[in-house]
């Protein structure tokens, strides 16, 4: 299965990408930063630049994915219009790209920190 997982470099999405890499599936990353994708590429999983609050960086990605597995969230409570952006407006976005890229399936995931 080809998999696009989002929050890669976090706890959840790591552990996910891990255990999904090693039941021998594709996984691709979005990942923001190039020192993150760096640590991504040695765990044998694709880096795929993005971000889930920019959609034109979402609307660049290319390609056919059986899946996308959102576990990207922000937790630092100090900032309601972050939090919105990131937790609300960013799962939406990851929505219409599941969707936009034929994926049939999209899990989310998420903590009791969220």
């Known amino acids: 299965m080809n998999v696009l997982i989002t929050g890669a470099t976090g706890f959840i999405g790591g552990y996910t990408a891990e255990e999904l890499c090693a039941q021998g599936h594709a996984v691709s990353a979005l990942v923001r ?4 994708a760096a640590v991504l590429v040695k765990r044998g999983i694709r880096p795929v630049a993005g971000d889930i609050t920019d959609r034109e ?3 660049r990605i290319r390609g056919e994915f059986d899946a996308v597995v959102h576990c990207a969230a922000c937790v630092q409570d ?7 952006r990131v ?5 939406e976005n990851i929505c219409r790209l599941a969707e936009r890229l034929g994926a049939k399936r999209l899990v989310y995931a998420s903590s009791v920190a969220v």
């Not at 930063?33 to 993150?36: A, D, I, L, N, V």
């Open 78 to 84: 100090k900032n309601k219009e972050l939090l919105y």
């Open 57 to 59: 960086s979402l609307g």
């Open 87 to 91: 937790n609300v407006d960013g799962t």
């Open 33 to 36: 930063s190039e020192q993150k």
